[in-house]
């Protein structure tokens, strides 16, 4: 089984509307988690961290559920600017980063 | 943001030469570098971890005479993907964490590796 599971998409959703992505993880002691957005031909960026009790940046929102072992990244009100490929990682320990296969995300104008 | 420099961003070269990337922590010290390759549409690809001072750890399936990767100094980490054919044509990225305990990775901008 992977460490991290993730839906590859792609998502194509017109502007205004929200999209949620969702991503497993297999290891319960598993410390950080975070989502990243990579544009084409670009490295990855850090989107959000993902906090046990839920985090808020402007239109996104980040959800980690330790008992089930996931974590979502919710996107209200696309903007053409959204469209890029979204990662979730999980940090097992240290050094240990586990990458998802990567979200593709499309707003459709 | 701790900031990870990448040179070159692209590279075409003829098949059977080497090529060399280097990654730089500007702000920071990087006592851990990853590297990754990225094919097209595929997720990033743990290739190995270098250790400021020691050797590299390979992951399996990876070639660590093919791709050498030097960590000397606690600023700068390296990797040669040497005698190249056109099938190592990839994206390679590099990433390392600040000694803080976020758990955020800082990537490099990555180089784009053509083999003709």
């Known amino acids: 089984r992977k460490e991290v599971e993730q839906d590859p998409g792609p998502f194509n959703v017109p502007e205004g509307a929200t999209v949620a992505f969702n991503c497993t993880y297999s290891n319960s002691a598993s410390q950080s988690f975070f989502w990243y957005r990579q544009d084409c031909r670009k490295e990855p960026k850090l989107l959000m961290s993902v906090y046990s009790s839920g985090n808020e940046d402007g239109r996104f929102t980040a959800q980690l559920n330790r008992a089930s072992q996931y974590i979502s990244l919710l996107i209200r009100d696309s903007k053409l600017s959204d469209s890029a490929t979204y990662l979730c990682?999980?940090?097992?320990?240290?050094?240990?980063?586990?990458f998802g296969t990567g979200t593709s995300l499309t707003v459709i104008p | 943001g701790a900031v990870v420099s990448q040179h070159p961003s692209w590279v075409i070269c003829k098949s059977g030469t080497s090529v060399k990337i280097e990654c730089r922590s500007l702000?920071?010290?990087?006592?851990?570098m990853f590297w990754y390759r990225q094919f097209p549409k595929q997720s990033l690809m743990l290739m190995a971890t270098?250790?400021?001072?020691?050797?590299?750890?390979?992951e399996q399936g990876v070639e660590k005479d093919k791709f050498l990767i030097n960590h000397a100094s606690l600023t700068l980490s390296t990797l040669t993907v040497t005698s190249a054919h056109p099938e190592d044509s990839s994206f390679y990225i590099c990433?390392?964490?600040?000694?803080?305990?976020?758990?955020?990775?800082?990537f490099g901008e990555g180089s784009r590796l053509t083999v003709l």
């Open positions: 270098s250790n400021e001072g020691s050797k590299a750890t390979y």
């Open positions: 990682v999980v940090n097992k320990a240290g050094n240990q980063f586990y």
């Open positions: 990433s390392s964490q600040t000694g803080g305990n976020t758990g955020e990775l800082f």
């Open positions: 702000d920071f010290q990087a006592t851990t």
